[in-house]
């Protein structure tokens, strides 16, 4: 039996880019794979949130990013500990705004893409847990 996330690993990553087959960014990724697994998705996509077209982009913004505190009525709950399909916040590297996303997949385990990498699985474990901003859960994905 083939574990349902394995079909969205070794996708190319693009900034801004919402196609997996030409490259897609981490919250467009996340984004995907709640409509494909649960045919329900936000609609806002990465560029509704940031307009920084160049892929340094996480370096030349300091707006919050992805979520706000009007989330609840786009469809988001924050939540404290994870679960299959959660969107996990991370700032990763010196910066003051969520500059990452990932996807909660099971067993401490995250799916995600970024800059320079193809999507993969990753651990979540003390290095991602240290800059994480925010579990979020989408509507239609409570259990």
């Known amino acids: 039996m083939e574990v349902w996330y394995k079909k969205y690993v070794g996708l190319p990553f693009k900034h801004l880019g919402n196609d ?24 806002n996509t990465t560029d509704h949130y940031c307009k920084i077209v160049d892929d ?13 505190n009007a989330t609840k009525e786009k469809g988001w709950h ?5 679960s299959v399909f959660d969107l996990i916040l991370m700032r990763l590297g010196s910066t003051n705004t969520d500059n990452h996303c990932a996807m909660y997949i099971d067993n401490n385990k995250i799916l995600h ?14 290095y991602y847990k240290q800059y994480t901003t ?3 859960k989408w509507k239609n994905t409570d259990n």
């Not at 997996?20 to 609609?43: H, M, V």
């Not at 924050?78 to 994870?82: D, E, I, L, Q, T």
């Not at 893409?113 to 003390?126: F, I, L, Q």
């Open 20 to 43: 997996p087959k030409t490259g897609i960014d981490c919250f467009n990724l996340c984004r995907y794979i709640l409509q494909k697994e649960t045919d329900s998705a936000p609609p």
């Open 134 to 136: 925010g579990i979020w």
């Open 113 to 126: 893409t970024m800059e320079g990498y193809a999507s993969w699985v990753a651990p979540y474990g003390r």
């Open 56 to 68: 340094d982009w996480y370096n030349k913004t300091n707006e919050r990013l992805f979520l706000d």
């Open 78 to 82: 924050k939540v404290k500990h994870p």
